[in-house]
């Protein structure tokens, strides 16, 4: 008797499930030796391999910021922000695996939200007139 009452909705869970798809913030940090060229570089390749699972609704470069510690003797890194929706998590741990093994990255971090934010800029370059 279950069986057949999952087997006749198992339809509609199916939709449900597909329709939702989950944004993500994904943060990564280059070494400070990196060239503009290098750095370009990273991000295409990252935007890739995100963009074959998913669909990236922003890209910000923020550039080289001071690190609170050293991380592998590194005081400074260059900052890249990623804003995306995906509907598979299996994408995001091929991002973070691609990442773990690259020389050129030093840290990484990924967040997943429910809602998120485009007109947010969390470092905004203020116009001077």
Excluded at 11 to 24: S, T
Excluded at 35 to 62: A, D, R
Aim: zero cysteines; hydrophobic letters at 35%.
């Amino acid at each position: 008797m279950y069986k057949q009452i999952l087997n006749s909705i198992r339809p509609f869970l199916k939709v449900l499930y597909i329709g939702k798809m989950a944004f993500y913030e994904h943060t990564f940090i280059g070494k400070q030796d990196l060239s503009n060229k290098e750095v370009e570089n990273l991000i295409s390749k990252y935007s890739e391999l995100i963009n074959k699972t998913g669909k990236i609704l922003k890209t910000e470069k923020w550039g080289l910021l001071n690190l609170a510690t050293k991380i592998n003797k590194n005081k400074k890194g260059i900052f890249v922000h990623f804003k995306f929706e995906s509907e598979k998590e299996d994408s995001i741990k091929l991002v973070e695996e691609k990442l773990s093994i690259d020389n050129d990255i030093i840290r990484y971090l990924t967040v997943k939200y429910n809602k998120l934010d485009l007109n947010k800029e969390y470092f905004q370059v203020e116009k001077s007139e």
